[in-house]
């Protein structure tokens, strides 16, 4: 059996040595953001110390409003810092030097999802501007010990922050905008449609928030041939079907965990209907989905590799926390679009979820995906998956001939 690295390689675009080597060098930089770990740590202790000190003076009776209002605003400057460096420290390394790899992490920022260096030059500006009220706000709070000119300057470096804020806030809209019509124009051939807010969706344990998309706009993105739910499962109907895991998954711990779910069945007995089922439940829940054909998954495969971005069109994909492939075994795939389910199942293993459907059992998969491959796929696959298998007749047949009975 080939080993699973050896199939999971990609045909890498014409990189120089060169190119690699300096690119590598983005490596030096690691050690700086552990550097501003131990600067967090510092603003820990100088948190801790103000709030003793606040604490001391508060029980001794020498606090005077003011003071504490100050020591209070002291106290929430330190911790703005401390946000502003962890936004530098995650946003930075993700964006310069290496994936974190956060997907589906229930602490998730909000941010992270669709962090670039703009992105991240407004938050830091926004931050600053943040901190630099708090400072301001201190020196009213202190106006008659501060002098006129602190004052004044204060003000005016305080303005200059705001307006140059907005104007990065300004500056990236079009950016932003600029690289989401490149990504579309890139994308735009392909079968399978994305609506532009998924992309930049990571799912939520909490409510919505304002900038998300609704579990409506989710649910169009998403391209489910028709909305079906899991309500509307008959369960009597399959000879055989477990019931309790398919009660269990609609709770969506799968996705969450990043596992996988197989269905496996005769035509008509309900698969697709399972699979967009748990979907929908999942956009209400907050996930983005994806839907498509193992086919239409295979085109617009077979058509990032071919432009040579087969690795950004898979990691672009992970904003999905749930992809659907439907009807795997339906037509039998050459070898090279085998690879490219592979490479799908290899890269979202352990970090985000697939459902698949088919026709055929996962032993008789070699007749899809032809020899070896297929068994190191369906054990990728397979493992951390639920195994649905539905047995019985088809229910299309079912309401033809009950139809007909009436
Ligand atoms: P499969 O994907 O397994 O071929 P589908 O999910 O497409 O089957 O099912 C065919 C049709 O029958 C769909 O309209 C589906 O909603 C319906 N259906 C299948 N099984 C059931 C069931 N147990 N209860 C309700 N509707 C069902
Ligand atoms: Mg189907």
Redesign the pocket.
């Known amino acids: 059996m080939p080993s699973v690295q050896a199939i999971d390689r990609e045909p890498s675009p014409p990189t120089t040595t060169l190119g690699y080597a300096l690119f590598a060098t983005r490596w030096l930089q690691a050690p700086l953001y552990f550097g501003l770990v131990a600067a967090q740590g510092v603003y820990v202790y100088k948190f801790f110390n103000e709030l003793w000190a606040l604490i001391l003076r508060c029980v001794t009776g020498q606090a005077t409003e003011n003071y504490v209002m100050l020591a209070v605003l002291k106290l929430v400057d330190v911790v703005m810092i401390a946000n502003l460096l962890i936004m530098v420290i995650v946003g930075g390394y993700e964006t310069f030097v290496s994936r974190i790899g956060l997907q589906g992490h229930r602490d998730q920022p909000e941010w992270l999802s669709h962090v670039n260096s703009n992105v991240l030059k407004v938050k830091l500006a926004t931050a600053i501007v943040g901190i630099s009220s708090v400072h301001l706000l201190q020196m009213f709070v202190d106006v008659h010990r501060t002098s006129q000119h602190s004052l004044l300057w204060g003000t005016v470096i305080h303005m200059a922050f705001i307006a140059s804020a907005a104007i990065l806030a300004y500056m990236s809209g079009p950016m932003a905008a600029h690289a989401e019509r490149a990504h579309q124009q890139t994308h735009h051939q392909e079968p399978v449609p994305e609506a532009p807010a998924a992309k930049v969706f990571v799912p939520a344990q909490s409510g919505p928030r304002e900038d998300e998309p609704s579990a409506e706009e989710r649910l169009r993105a998403a391209g489910f041939p028709a909305r ?1 739910l899991l309500e ?4 009597e ?2 000879r055989s079907f477990d019931r309790e895991t398919v009660a269990r998954l609609g709770k969506l711990d799968f996705v969450t965990a990043g596992r996988n779910v197989v269905f496996v ?1 005769p ?8 699979a967009v089922g748990l979907g929908v439940r999942a956009c209400q829940a907050g996930h983005s989905v994806l839907f498509a054909s193992a086919a239409q998954w295979a085109a617009r495969l077979a058509a990032a590799r071919d432009a040579g971005r087969l690795a950004r069109e898979l990691a672009a994909l992970d904003a999905h926390a749930l992809l659907i492939v439907d009807e795997v075994g339906y037509t039998p795939f050459d070898p090279e679009t085998a690879a490219l389910f592979f490479q799908l199942v290899a890269h979202r293993y352990e970090r985000a979820s697939l459902i698949v ?1 088919s026709d055929r059992p996962l032993a008789r998969w070699d007749e899809v995906f032809g020899g070896p491959s297929a068994l190191a796929m369906a054990d990728r696959l397979a493992h951390h998956a639920e195994l649905v298998r539905i047995e019985g007749e088809s ?2 047949m079912r309401r033809a001939t009950s139809a007909w009975a009436d």
């Open positions: 079906k509307d499962f008959d369960s109907h399959p069945g035509p008509g007995t309900g698969k697709t209907h399972l459907t229910y299309r």
